[in-house]
């Protein structure tokens, strides 16, 4: 992965994770938003775990709350084996067990999410049930080591939901989270992948409503399929957005060519440092010499939102 669209996107998607795992993951990196759901107040709990919380919240009841607890006794190893993670899948369930009457584990399942630069999240998943009112209340939970720390994800809304649709809404969040965990991971692409790339992106760059045309559809098959890239295409970057989808034939051809060259030259850095990581300024260069040759070839083919900035 991948691209994402923020604010355009669905339900759950546009998730930008931004940990450096030289830092030790802290909360304050991650993702701003979750398409619906808003970042609130960072909670700092100086615990002897040394945990941080966020809380994400949406349309009323729902939020989602995101912890990272950094261990002070080294790093938790990787995988479902992990002896920390066992403790803390059970710590978080009897936490529960305590807060909440009769609390009960409908489920649990070992998770394993693909995620960026080939590298795997497996965690621990959990389905609790409890009454509450006179109603059936439902706790997801999900465990995972990751970059040596441990993260927590919840969902728990306070007006019940059924537990099959609440399920489905929490593995659609871990499905979209997937695709960003490992962001900034060092990556081994071919130098034949590369080449064929970089040649995509020139022919983007000199000629995109010739052999660049043929070329954008090879740059976006390959950010979308490849979890060794990762670009991030924001509405303030792309206010035309829109029309590339619902403007006339020529603006959403033309408008297309410039996505794919953004995306092209935002991979094509990435390939050449061998690093998943979002290149903005790279797919923005790229993109304003394909416009530049848009205009050189069809006068009449002008976008205000470009022309400003272009001057930027």
Known sequence: MKTYRAALAVLLSGISFCMNAAEHDTL?????????FRKGAL????????????????PHPLFFTVSVLNPVHGEIADGVSSPELKQAFTQAVETEKRHRKDLAVKKTET???????GRELTGLFALLTCQENGREHHICLFLAPYRGNLLKIELAPEIPLQAAP??????LFLEQAKSNFYH?????????????IARAVKALEENPLGTGS????????????????????????FPWLPKTVNGTPKEKKYLNLLLASFM??????????????DMREAGLVSMKKTYAKLKAADRTFQMHELEQSEGK
């Open 28 to 36: 304050e990196k991650m993702f701003p938003s979750i398409s619906i």
């Open 43 to 58: 909670e700092i709990k100086n615990d002897k775990a040394n945990t941080k919380s966020v809380r994400y919240t949406g």
């Open 111 to 117: 998770l394993t999410l693909s995620c960026l630069a």
């Open 166 to 171: 609440q399920e489905k809404l929490f593995r």
């Open 184 to 196: 900034g991971e060092k990556t081994k692409v071919p130098q034949r992948t590369k080449d064929v």
């Open 214 to 237: 043929m070329a954008a559809q090879a740059v976006r098959k390959f950010t979308d399929d490849s979890r060794d890239v990762f670009v991030m295409v924001r509405e303030s970057d």
């Open 264 to 277: 092209g030259g935002n991979i094509r850095a990435q390939l050449e440092r061998d690093v998943c990581q």
